[in-house]
């Protein structure tokens, strides 16, 4: 496997030094990242001041609790994302997810490593990162992990440790597209084991996106059973609209 990491650190070398288009609206961009204007229509609602659940990140509007951490306590202790899952950051997840780009997860793990360097509170130094599982069925699907993609790529940036066996699924599972948020729960309950003790550790678990934050949620109590002190979300995006909101959608997070 040495060979194929030479080839991605090669490859990631060579695409920063070439002038390149950008990857939604094909304008003049370097190195395969987004161009200025893309970048900031992307990123610009995640740097806003709006007030957000500062577990889960969603959008309270004029609440003062957030919703589905009120509903159920998230195991996980704290998320980073990237953007909002909304036009027209969402177009770059379809590609990453639905279209297989998967070189496009070195651009959107940039996106997310710049959102964890501003996070306050900051991520813990010692966090070690975890690329949320896909469903043997995914991976034959698309011939990759997307949130594995993106994970490798940003304990690069921010040079931490990347550990993927940390978290293991210990069944198939089923497709949570079609699910609404209490069959979803349901769904992924014990879902992920973690196969070493972790004593204190802070692990900072990758996915894509966060719908309902049940994946989280159970790769967190997996996680934190086997002794992690804390566990960190590092998202892609964050669907603006509270979980319930969601149900209706199919879901972005759950194409696994
Ligand atoms: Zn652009
Ligand atoms: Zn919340």
């Not at 695409?15 to 961009?29: E, F, I, M, N, T």
């Not at 964890?116 to 069925?137: F, G, H, T």
């Not at 692990?203 to 989280?216: C, R």
Request: charged residues 15%; positive net charge.
């Amino acid at each position: 496997m040495a060979y194929l990491h030479v080839l991605r650190e090669f490859t990631h070398t060579l695409l920063a030094r070439l002038p390149a288009v950008c990857g939604l609206c094909q304008g003049s961009a370097r190195g395969g990242q987004l161009c200025r204007y893309c970048h900031q229509a992307v990123t610009q609602t995640m740097l806003s001041s709006a007030p957000r659940c500062p577990v889960c990140q969603l959008v309270l509007g004029r609440r003062n609790v957030c919703p589905d951490c009120a509903r159920h306590t998230p195991a996980f202790d704290r998320v980073i994302a990237a953007f909002d899952y909304a036009a027209p950051g969402d177009l770059l997840i379809h590609r990453l997810k639905v279209q297989r780009q998967f070189t496009s997860a070195s651009m959107l793990a940039g996106l997310l490593a710049d959102a964890v360097q501003a996070s306050r509170p900051a991520l813990p130094a010692q966090a070690v990162l975890v690329p949320v599982p896909s469903s043997r069925a995914a991976i034959l699907r698309r011939g990759f992990n997307p949130a594995a993609e993106v994970a490798h790529s940003l304990a690069r940036r921010l040079q931490r440790p990347y550990r993927p066996g940390l978290v293991l699924r210990r069944r198939e599972g089923v497709k949570q597209a079609q699910l609404g948020r209490a069959a979803r729960m349901r769904s992924v309950q014990a879902l992920y084991g973690c196969p070493q003790r972790l004593q204190g550790a802070h692990i900072a678990v990758v996915d894509d996106v966060l719908t309902t934050g049940s994946t989280l949620h159970s790769v967190a109590q997996a996680l934190k059973s086997a002794g992690a002190a804390s566990v960190w979300g590092l998202v892609l995006a964050r669907t603006p609209s509270s979980a319930d909101a969601c149900e209706a959608l199919p879901g972005p997070g759950s194409l696994r």
